[in-house]
């Protein structure tokens, strides 16, 4: 290999590297949007879960028949055993009705 076939490939790869390093940049700028966006649509998610439970719920309830249900406190550590818990009995009253 020449010295001038040595210069143009060291020309070649310090150009490719500086396109490189720009394009990880631009890739890793966008990285805190769109983890912002992620982060909300996730609680997004959540509040439509949530929501969603709370529609099954009321769903599973007669409108004449509102009288409270057996159901202890809630776990804190497993909130939607909770709603699982009160769905079902409600449905289970339902059917025997």
């Given at each position: ?39 909300a649509l996730e609680a997004d998610l959540d ?51």
């Open positions: 290999m020449g010295l001038w076939d040595m210069i143009v490939a060291v020309t070649l790869i310090g150009a490719l590297s500086g396109v490189i390093s720009k394009w990880v940049e631009s890739r890793k700028a966008g990285g805190p949007e769109l983890a912002g966006r992620l982060a509040a439509t879960k949530k929501r969603v439970r709370n529609l099954e719920t009321i769903a599973a309830m007669e409108q004449d028949s509102r009288e409270p249900l057996q159901l202890g406190e809630p776990d804190p550590n497993d909130p939607d055993s909770f709603d699982e818990k009160l769905v079902n009995q409600l449905a289970a009253k339902k059917r025997t009705r």
